[in-house]
């Protein structure tokens, strides 16, 4: 009977999910456990973020290719519908599933973790490493994260919302070589994908269209705004109203301008160390 942890992954949906994933994976410390990415990029780079086990199955429905019926499942994805998530639960002996919407329901048979429902199975967290708790010196004034994924180089097509206010640029993940180019000639200051967890630790205020860069900055103590995309969900919205997180919709210039000019006057709310919590939970319903 094998552990499985399968998240969506993709340069259309980039790394959120990859990234909280390997936090819990990471905070599950000696768990046998591998993980199932519907990218084989990411999976072969899963090493360098401290999972050893990592597998590329292109889809979701390649699950039962690689997992045995009995087997144990924990699900990050919004990907499979409700006639699939049933069949998830009577496959696997053992079914918890991540879920960052705020109208989800927990099914019989699974076990839930999200940052709105609490109840009985279900685990009400958000998943931040430890080591964005451990505040360093914010030598990065300003900076601008876009997140992993830009296949229709939106970066671009909307350089004038930050361009004047020369931020450090991070790169992300599936991002095209000649993007890569063209993006570190337009912003002076510019860090490599791999430089990410310095950047996000050291920024004082920072930009960004990834939620879970919004989650680990603020446990830096840094002061994250956050930039709603075109066509993403929403679901972290009403969470960053109560974390006291400024949203900006539609790349609305002088919104981020009035933002950034008043940022010292906002008052943050604090990060919960909850990442142990979400291993703790997840051990005891793995019966590990």
Do not use: W
């Amino acid at each position: 009977m094998k552990t499985y942890y399968y998240v969506h992954t993709g340069h259309r949906v980039g790394l959120d999910r990859f990234r909280r994933a390997c936090t819990i994976i990471r905070a599950l410390g000696d768990v046998d456990i591998t993980l199932l990415c519907s990218d084989f990029r990411i999976a072969n780079e899963a090493k360098n973020f401290g999972v050893e086990k990592a597998v590329g199955i292109d889809v979701v429905r390649n699950i039962p290719k690689i997992a045995n019926h009995g087997d144990k499942l924990i699900f990050d994805s919004d990907e499979a519908n409700p006639i699939m998530l049933d069949d998830m639960r009577n496959f696997f002996s053992t079914f918890i599933r991540v879920s960052d919407d705020k109208n989800d329901s927990k099914a019989e048979g699974e076990f839930l973790i999200s940052p709105y429902l609490s109840g009985e199975g279900i685990c009400n967290a958000v998943a931040v490493d430890d080591k964005y708790f451990v505040k360093e010196e914010k030598t990065i004034k300003l900076a601008y994260f876009f997140g992993d994924d830009d296949y229709e180089k939106d970066l671009e097509k909307n350089l004038g919302f930050v361009e004047e206010l020369n931020p450090d640029l991070l790169l992300g993940f599936y991002y095209f070589l000649d993007y890569e180019d063209f993006l570190r000639n337009k912003f002076e200051n510019h860090h490599e994908f791999e430089e990410y967890d310095e950047v996000i630790k050291k920024s004082q205020i920072l930009i960004t269209a990834s939620p879970q860069t919004v989650f680990e900055n603020l446990a830096s103590g840094g002061k994250p705004i956050y930039l709603q995309r075109d066509g993403c969900r929403e679901d972290f919205l009403e969470l960053f109203e109560s974390l006291k997180v400024p949203v900006i919709k539609n790349y609305e210039k002088e919104c981020l301008v009035g933002i950034i000019s008043l940022i010292n006057n906002r008052n943050y709310s604090e990060m919960e160390h909850s990442v142990k919590k979400i291993a703790n939970f997840i051990k005891e319903n793995l019966t590990l």
